[in-house]
């Protein structure tokens, strides 16, 4: 940060300070392309503004816009309201930014989710059949897992974890907010496949 940049704004009046500071976080999410941290939002407001306050305030101000802030991996993000996916889709190539998953991919994604870090071997002790290097490599691909911890068993092959990217996709803010098996269940993803540790 440039030595003038001025975070405090104490010439301004507090109501056009406020607004300033919204700005800025309007402007830092609008550039991130991944979650921005409390701490990197803290950096372009005043010493001891209380970020949530402003976050609550700038949620509210987007009420009426077809985006939205949503908080997601340990941050925030600006993101487009589900609603408006079929006029995105219809008016540009977004093809590239949708999963390219089938359902098998998807049920091995949430057996990696629930039980990471987690060895293929491990992945074959609950689907009972190899998992292809394919099916893992199209997930790497997708920048929805990566190579975890080595397992401490024999060999010390390479676990799986989910990744940030896997949390933004699926707007959660931690691995705390995947669903219970009740709610895998009602979307079809529940069952032996997929048995929650605990």
């Known amino acids: 940060m440039s030595p003038e940049f ?41 010493a001891g503004v209380a970020i949530d306050l402003l976050m609550d305030d700038l949620a509210a101000s987007l009420s009426m816009r077809p985006y939205e802030l949503a908080q997601v991996a340990g941050g925030w993000v600006l993101r487009t309201r589900p609603a408006y996916a079929p006029v995105i889709r219809a008016a540009a190539d977004a093809g590239g930014q949708q999963l390219d998953l089938n359902r098998f991919d998807m049920v091995v994604l949430a057996a990696i989710a629930y039980h990471q870090p987690i060895t293929r071997d491990g992945l074959k002790d609950i689907f009972g059949k190899d998992i292809s290097r394919d099916l893992i490599g199209r997930l790497h691909q997708q920048n929805l897992i990566a190579t975890g911890p080595r397992s ?24 705390r907010d995947l669903p219970d098996a009740e709610q895998l269940q009602d979307a079809g993803l529940g069952g032996a496949a997929i048995t929650l540790p605990g």
């Open 6 to 46: 001025d975070r405090d704004l104490a010439d301004l009046p507090p109501d056009q300070r406020w607004r300033e500071w919204l700005n800025r976080i309007e402007a830092v999410l609008f550039a991130s392309a991944t979650p921005v941290s409390r701490d990197d939002l803290a950096r372009v407001v005043g």
């Open 152 to 175: 401490p068993r024999r060999g010390a092959p390479y676990t799986f974890v989910t990744t940030t990217h896997f949390l933004l996709v699926f707007g959660l803010e931690s691995l």
